[in-house]
């Protein structure tokens, strides 16, 4: 098992910056992906970002060059640095871990209003 704990979110006028932090802890591999999906009410949940262990990431196409994923494997941590947010971006935005199975954080509130 896996646990995932985030942190971050919070409400930001249109434009700003926000940053979430995600601990993993419990059976981790050495060799996972982790990063961030997100839900907007009435939407699915769609990716955001992710990051290998090795550093490669990959980032939805509404988010490049606005968000930045990063990693810190030796403390089992993945950031998400959210610069130029716009209303659109409000959502629940939530950690997720995977190796074969996936596991989710509680998700945390982002807002940004116009």
């Known amino acids: 098992q896996v646990q995932l704990v985030e942190s971050g979110g919070g409400l930001v006028q249109a434009g700003g910056s926000l940053g979430l932090s995600c601990a993993a802890s419990?059976?981790?591999?050495?060799?996972?992906?982790m990063g961030w999906y997100r839900q907007a009410p009435g939407k699915q949940r769609e990716l955001v970002a992710t990051i290998t262990s090795g550093g490669n990431t990959n980032y939805a196409d509404f988010v490049k060059g606005r968000f930045t994923i990063s990693r810190d494997n030796a403390k089992n941590t993945v950031y998400l640095q959210m610069n130029s947010l716009k209303p659109e971006d409000t959502a629940v935005y939530y950690c997720n871990y995977r190796w074969f199975d996936d596991y989710w954080g509680q998700g945390t509130q982002v807002t940004v209003s116009s």
């Open positions: 419990g059976s981790i591999r050495s060799r996972n992906t």
